[in-house]
């Protein structure tokens, strides 16, 4: 069946290192992918995409890179802020349907 | 701009009671609209999702219910409340395919707590 899980449930960083949160997708008949970020009690909110055709996409402070070989999708955070500090879901849509992985937890550590 | 509404934001209903969560969004035509279901401390799961007025697909067989009466309202209900019910509620949003924006990106409301007792 269709799976996007990530690796990690929790992942603790130093405030100004950068952060690496990893998702794995098993759809390679997904063509979109997104990042988002929940805070708690919150609705998630998006915060970068990349379509498949693409390997990598850049935006304020994040970065997303996509591996379609072995189905593995990033987001990359610099240098960490407190206010970083949320659960960030990968979701991958096919056709209509948006999947969600199950979520990390990013805590950023003073 | 497009923004989406759902209410209540909390709500404390008992076993066997009824359940109406409603959803709206304004800014845009013909969206898709979607119910998550997010437990505590997890990830989301698609409930239902819309395309249409009164075309409604449900991904996961249980006791709740989902309607669309028009373009941009979307409704979650259940006629009988399950302890397993309890949950945040997300609705959400993205373009449809023909509005010519792209219809990739989806977008969500600020939740319901649904708290079971």
């Known amino acids: 069946g269709e799976n996007v899980g990530l690796h990690l449930p929790t992942l603790s960083v130093q405030e100004g290192d950068n952060s690496i949160i990893n998702c794995a997708y098993s759809?390679?008949?997904?063509?979109?992918f997104i990042w988002y970020k929940q805070e708690s009690g919150k609705g998630p909110q998006f915060i970068i995409d990349?379509?498949?055709?693409?390997d990598k996409r850049q935006g304020q402070r994040v970065t997303v890179l996509l591996n379609k070989t072995v189905k593995h999708l990033s987001l990359q955070i610099a240098a960490t802020q407190p206010g970083d500090s949320a659960v960030y879901f990968c979701?991958?849509?096919?056709?209509?349907?948006?999947?969600f992985g199950t979520g990390t937890r990013l805590k950023v550590l003073a | 701009s497009q923004t989406i509404h759902q209410w209540p934001a909390t709500l404390v209903q008992p076993v066997g009671s009824p359940l109406s969560l409603e959803c709206t969004v304004e800014g845009t035509s013909n969206p898709n609209l979607y119910w998550y279901r997010q437990a505590a401390g997890r990830g989301l799961q698609l409930l239902f999702y819309s395309v249409g007025i009164g075309q409604i697909s449900s991904e996961v067989p249980q006791n709740l219910s989902a309607s669309r009466p028009q373009d941009r309202q979307f409704i979650l209900s259940s006629k009988k409340l399950l302890l397993s019910d309890s949950g945040f509620y997300l609705c959400a949003w993205s373009a449809s395919l023909s509005s010519g924006s792209g219809g990739n990106t989806i977008y969500f409301g600020e939740g319901s707590w649904l708290t079971v007792v």
């Open positions: 759809n390679s008949a997904s063509d979109y």
């Open positions: 979701a991958e849509k096919k056709t209509y349907k948006y999947i």
């Open positions: 990349i379509r498949s055709n693409m």
